[in-house]
């Protein structure tokens, strides 16, 4: 018999399902653990619908924060932020074989000389487990996209001086925006849009950051710019320009560097 | 000389990035300054890259020379005193509102201000000066700042400039004194290195106060590079490679950049290169640098009197693993980082993470897949449990014939037929390694 929890599709929500996957004695080989209902139900498996529970959520954070340290707890937030289906799955298997299985390797810190406390802190090397292995892949996928839109996400500057950005990332990597903007930007009011999930990041002097759900972007927003950004969009693309080395083009270069997906917002290239 | 005096801010701006453009140092890394709360930026240690311009380089920092007017006449340079060219000149609070506008939308990490020579060095380095004194004190940026000290001003100003900027740059232009005569005629090689010197060791000492007094001023913090063109004198890699390192060494530059030499101006001097830059050269250049850096290899290592220049088909170190096969196979569960990185198909990255999942238990080639080795290249010099991946010879023209893989990623086509390859002894084709 196969038990398939499925988590809401939170972090918390996550967290929640692994404390129950693991309270329920099971078996950790029979479960496993969803974010979405499955299109086809299977024989023999028994679906459990998991209920937000901060409680337990909590619970489960401190552990992997006093045991696994703080380097392999970024990585799992990264993680269960991720697109991926199997996210949750990998989460818990990762869990289970580190606490029922195969604890920490040694004490000694990372090879790079990192040691971010918790004794499994080098769990994350033990690459030879599948399940690590995929966490781990998962939460470089999700770190990178988050990354490059740290690098290309562009602000257009509105009437009332608000910073304005949209984005359309695969992966709900807003809050990971936040700490690298607020600090550097601490004196602006900014605000970043994630199309797809129509929820917005926004700061506000002196106040820090805020989540918002269920946001609409008014269709011709365009129009709420102020007049300096046309002109600034025309310095930066001629600038754009007038820097490549017109014996080196390349293109096929610039394309490997920044794939066309990720240019819908970067003024610098016409992608009509 | 035509000089535009009533001339927009856009049409300096196309004027000056387009004479700027041949620095090729653009890289935002080496400080980390957080916010103090009071104005606009930081600086991430990592470096941030906002776009990719048209030759694949990455635009990372607002590109600029502040004038493009130049009392020099170094003959390769667009900006040459004798060339007829329109020039312009900004005002520094032209620089900064250009600076903060490009700040504030995501464009930038910051400002690389360069210039050509207006009137004498002294005058050119007050208003390098006052651009990045009114930048850093009236509008409280806090980002990065890459500024070029120009050899000739005295060591005053560029005393207090360094103070202000996070890295400070003096080009050595060309790799040798002779060349320098030659193609720079107003420029010494002693000229150049004595700001080096100089913001060398403004540089250490202020480390130490730094490490005293959490909040003594900081100079240069993210250190000092130069640059030199390749290709346009007759030096040979060795002759590079030589330079290079003791430039690491005895000025403690953080980079060294090759810039691969772009024909401007006609002149008797320059040499004609009807293949243009020599973009494969630069790129080879490169990658010694990344293994002198990172990898632990020593320049003569690589390169030696008898073979004074890297081999065009083959990346560095597959060139010197195959001339050393004596130091393999290699045990992956037991040969230590620094070993691990000698072998080819085995990056940083992956050296760190066979070190790691090997506390777990022995690794095997599947294993080193799924880590990232590329055990195409790999797997004629590695064991796994005293094991090789296939029946594999230990012998450099059977491992070359075998790992002839002719979708190297180079910047251009090494322009070079698989007929002529028997013309290099131990060439193939390797993948770049830089990204393994
Ligand atoms: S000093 Fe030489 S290289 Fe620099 S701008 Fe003047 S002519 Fe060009």
Redesign the pocket.
Known sequence: MKYVYICPDTMAGIFTGVYDAWASKVGHENVELRVKEPDDLEFFCEYITVKEDMDKAEKVRRSIQRKLGEGVYHSICYAACAYFPDRAQAIYHTLVDFFAKEGAASKRPLASGWHPGGTGSNYFENLRNPHVKRLQEIYRRVSMESYRYIEILRFKELENKVLFAVIEPEHNILQFLAPHFAERFPLERWLIYDKGRKRALGHEPGKGCALLDGADLPEHYQEYCADSQADYERLWKDFCNHIAIKERVSWARQRQMIPIKYRKYMEEFDTK | MIIQEQMSVGEKLNILSDAAKYDVACTSSGSSRKNDGKGMGNCEPAGICHSFAADGRCISLLKILFT?E?I???KY?I???SNDVVRTSFTPDEICELTMGFYRRNYIEGLFLSS??LHNPGYTMELLYETVYKLRNVHHFQGYIHLKAIPGANEEIIQRAGYLVDRMSVNL?LPTADGLKKL?P??TRKNILRPMRQIQLAAKESKQEVALYHHAPAFVPAGQSTQMIIGATGESDYELVHVAESLYRQFELKRVFYSAYVHVNEDSSLPALPGGPPLLREHRLYQADWLMRFYGFRGEELLSENQPNFNVMLDPKCDWALRHLERFPVEINRADYYTLLRVPGIGTTSAWRIVGARKYGSLDFEHLKKIGVVLKRALYFITCNGRTMYPIRLDADYIVRNMMNPREKLPVEPGITYEQLSLFDTSTVGKKEMVV
């Open positions: 493009n130049c020099y006449d170094c340079c900006n040459r005193s050509g020579v232009e720079a107003n420029k």
